[in-house]
């Protein structure tokens, strides 16, 4: 006899409405079962609503995380708390008793939950150890995610159109000095798009991707890649800049060209720093809260025998385990929603 067939109404709490949460929401959802999903900020959506456009296939993320919502909002199954977080939890015989906190209002109730998926997603670095790059000194100098917000302010007129933009790759990323050894693995190819949108909206621009290794794996990257490079004219130099100084209003991008062995200058309006990825710091609380395991960096680490299970209950998917891109999040927010059927249904 499952769960539900003991007589009582089975409930999911989805923590973070970004793809991965939404997805599971919506799957645990077509499983019959109710879902209370909660998201820190006013609106669902995640990154994606930041995003001006995506790879690999040039489209509009608003437009995908939007029908997204749409379906979020029309389930009668699921409950979205909005501007709410998770405030204590405290274990059941068949699950958790959840206190959730409105940030906005103050207010706080608990809830009973048989099951969580954990869906906070990530963020990126602090560039602050970046000092010779110049972040939050030089206004021209952005992070990955403020370029994204940029590109939008252009694409609607807004702002100088530039004449030159540079974008560094690995900034953190891959860096044992800074304490993120790992690649990661998104920012290849959102510098990609990103140096391809400027080319389109504005093609006199000169743009520069610094690179150290071209990491293009999933399908139709590569490709996304070739006409990044061959089809809009975005020059790739190999190297990692040293220094970017000011230089009478614009910015000097110095760095060596390691494959001809040469230093190189190059005067830019905008410098992006794709920034390494990291867990959000309340992702960790979370997780303890749950009794789920972390790494040694934050992210959530998975149960040996299921890659979407972290503790007894406990469920996670997308950025909240490591760097993901949109795909892998929501498969991964399908997957979750599986494992809590599976669960409910009895056979978990
Ligand atoms: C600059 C940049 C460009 C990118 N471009 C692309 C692209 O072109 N194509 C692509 O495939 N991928 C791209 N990505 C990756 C893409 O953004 C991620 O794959 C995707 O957003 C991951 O989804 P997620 O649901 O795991 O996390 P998120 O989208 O980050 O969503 C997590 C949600 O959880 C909420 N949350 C966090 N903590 C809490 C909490 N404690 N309580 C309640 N809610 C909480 C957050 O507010 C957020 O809404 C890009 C990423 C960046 C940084
Ligand atoms: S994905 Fe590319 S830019 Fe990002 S850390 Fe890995 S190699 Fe560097």
Redesign the pocket.
């Known amino acids: 006899m499952n769960e539900s067939m003991m007589g009582k109404e089975l409930t999911a709490l989805v923590?973070?409405?970004?793809?991965?949460?939404i997805e599971a929401a919506l799957k645990i959802a077509c499983g019959g079962y109710r879902v209370v999903l909660?998201?820190?900020?006013s609106e669902?959506?995640?990154?994606?609503r930041k995003?001006y456009?995506?790879?690999p296939r040039w489209e509009n993320?608003s437009d995908r995380i939007g029908w997204m919502v749409d379906d979020l909002k029309r389930n009668k199954q699921i409950e979205i708390s909005l501007e709410?977080?998770?405030e204590s939890v405290a274990r059941t015989d068949n699950g958790f008793n959840v206190t959730l906190k409105n940030t906005a209002t103050g207010g706080a109730r608990t809830i009973d939950v048989q099951a969580v998926v954990l869906?906070?997603?990530?963020g990126?670095m602090d560039l602050s150890a970046y000092g010779e790059y110049g972040h939050g000194i030089y206004p021209g100098v952005l992070n990955?995610?403020e370029?994204?917000e940029r590109l939008r302010e252009w694409s609607r007129g807004l702002g100088k159109a530039p004449k030159a933009v540079a974008l560094i790759q690995c900034v953190g990323s891959r860096d044992r000095s800074k304490g993120y050894p790992y690649c990661s693995k998104?920012c290849c190819?959102?510098s990609a798009?990103q140096a391809g949108v400027v080319k389109d909206l504005f093609p006199e621009a000169k743009v520069y991707v610094f690179y150290i290794d071209c990491r293009a794996a999933g399908k139709g990257y590569e490709e996304f890649l070739r006409e990044v490079i061959e089809k809009k004219h975005v020059r790739y130099v190999r190297g990692r800049p040293a220094k970017v100084l000011p230089d009478g209003g614009r910015l000097l991008v110095r760095a060596e060209d390691t494959l001809i062995g040469i230093p190189v200058e190059f005067t830019a309006d905008v410098v992006v720093l794709a920034a390494a990825?990291v867990p959000?710091p309340?992702?960790a609380a979370?997780a303890k809260m749950f009794g789920a395991p972390v790494d040694e960096y934050g992210f959530i680490d998975h149960d040996l025998r299921s890659h979407a299970k972290c503790a007894d209950r406990v469920f996670f998917?997308?950025?909240?385990g490591f760097a993901?891109?949109?795909?892998?999040?929501l498969s991964q927010?399908a997957a979750a929603a599986a494992e809590v059927i599976a669960l409910f249904n009895g056979n978990g």
């Open positions: 923590i973070g409405g970004g793809p991965a949460g909660v998201e820190k900020e669902p959506g995640g990154l994606l995003l456009s995506s790879f993320p709410s977080t998770v869906a906070t997603g990530f990126l990955s995610l370029f994204e998104v190819m959102y798009k990825v959000h309340e992702t979370l998917a997308g950025g909240c993901v891109d949109t795909e892998s999040a927010g």
